[in-house]
């Protein structure tokens, strides 16, 4: 038999005992196993209440010692398997006043090109000169396989979201609108400008996944 069945049988015996016989004896177990229990001189209890807690608490680590298994073996995978998943990084630029936030699984991807620089700027001038003249910009987040872009029309009083991941993929957020002319006429202007928006930064989607296999 394995040490780590061994201390499985051990530790499903302890509990059957410690649970249904208040008569054990504690420091028996104690010495033939090694384990030593700690009192607190401030603190009154009960001998087999103490040896219980000790002796459950040591028999499990023992069992994590020797094996790193678990009753619970399928949640702790669960979540070893997270954290073991890479961590995003992301690395921020400034760019002719806007925000444009890079997000990677590695360091190496994380680097501003010339594509990504050229179409941001393009992306605020267009904007401004197509949609809305008085806009402020939340940053840009590139990711691997999408970009979102965020900001507030002034005018209107409105904010606008945009996701290329997405089919219709451009969003508006406000209160109390006045569904007039003038908001009806931009609204059409931000539509149209989305698919602008979605075709120049898929190209540069593409071109960041080719870069690092043409180097």
Do not use: C
């Not at 001189?41 to 094996?67: C, F, H, P, Q, Y």
């Not at 945009?162 to 089919?167: D, K, L, W």
């Not at 149209?192 to 190209?203: C, D, I, P, R, V």
Request: glycine content about 6%; cysteine-free.
């Amino acid at each position: 038999m394995s040490n780590y069945e061994e201390i499985k049988n051990l530790l499903k015996a302890s509990r059957n005992l410690l649970g249904e016989n208040k008569n054990v004896d504690i420091e028996n177990i104690k010495k033939n196993y090694g384990i030593i229990s700690e009192r607190s001189n401030n603190i009154e209890v009960g001998e087999n209440e103490l040896s219980r807690v000790n002796v459950m608490k040591d028999i499990a680590k023992n069992i994590e010692n020797e094996t790193g298994e678990y009753e619970t073996a399928d949640r702790d995978e669960d979540e070893k398997g997270k954290s073991g998943t890479k961590t995003e990084k992301k690395k921020s630029y400034r760019i002719s006043g806007g925000l444009l936030t890079i997000h990677a699984k590695d360091s190496k991807d994380l680097q501003l090109t010339t594509e990504d620089k050229k179409a941001f700027q393009e992306s605020m001038d267009e904007f401004v000169n197509e949609v809305a003249e008085l806009v402020d910009f939340n940053k840009l987040n590139l990711y691997e396989n999408n970009v979102e872009w965020s900001g507030k029309i002034n005018e209107l009083d409105i904010d606008f979201f945009f996701s290329i991941a997405e089919t219709d993929g451009v969003y508006i957020n406000g209160t109390m609108i006045r569904l007039d002319a003038n908001f009806l006429e931009i609204v059409s202007k931000l539509q149209a400008y989305y698919e602008k928006f979605k075709t120049k930064w898929s190209k540069v989607i593409a071109i960041r996944k080719k870069t690092p296999e043409s180097k």
